[in-house]
């Protein structure tokens, strides 16, 4: 069975600084694996979505990386801002009849003015 | 173009009735998604249609839970007997094909009285 784990629960750090939010998943066998976005009471915007060939994607401040064989991928964020504050998710597609996405608990980041 | 809408976007309801949760997907998005996530929790998947057909109900945690998809676009979820373990924020997403990036909706919070 899939498991999905982010680490860590909740992070708060002051503007400017560069930082790291880890997920790390138990079966390798996916399709590809993307990270969102979610703001209180909001849904979910997809921020980067990295193929299972793929080591990694980059899009504005903003790097993921996957390393599929150790399980394990890497949202890297630069120069954060206050705007950046929200529950971070990682996601992993099942490479089956579904592509079902199975979610980790999430990262609260707060980046604090 | 219009995203993924859900409605409505909230309900409060009692122990034992029955509620529908209605979901509209990206018009020409084949694939439809039901995702519920508690407080603190990542989403975690429920059902998944191609087209008209469940093609995987897997996540549905009982029989009070049913969902339908009668002409391959809008899809509604219906929650019998409603508990209050059923609280939570219920997320549809759709995609083009199921390898496709999934689009979430806004979700509709459910409390359960």
Known sequence: ?113 | GAGVSQTPSNKVTEKGKYVELRCDPISGHTALYWYRQSLGQGPEFLIYFQGTGAADDSGLPNDRFFAVRPEGSVSTLKIQRTERGDSAVYLCASALVATETQYFGPGTRLLVL
């Open chain 1, 1 to 113: 069975k899939q498991e999905v784990t982010q680490i860590p629960a909740a992070l708060s750090v002051p503007e400017g600084e560069n930082l790291v939010l880890n997920c790390s998943f138990t079966d390798s066998a996916i399709y590809n694996l993307q990270w969102f976005r979610q703001d209180p009471g909001k849904g979910l915007t997809s921020l980067l979505l990295i193929q299972s060939s793929q080591r990694e994607q980059t899009s504005g401040r903003l790097n993921a990386s996957l390393d599929k064989s150790s399980g394990r991928s890497t949202l890297y964020i630069a120069a954060s801002q206050p705007g950046d504050s929200a529950t971070y998710l990682c996601a992993v597609c099942r490479m089956d009849s579904s592509y079902k996405l199975i979610f980790g608990s999430g990262t609260r980041l707060l980046v604090r003015p």
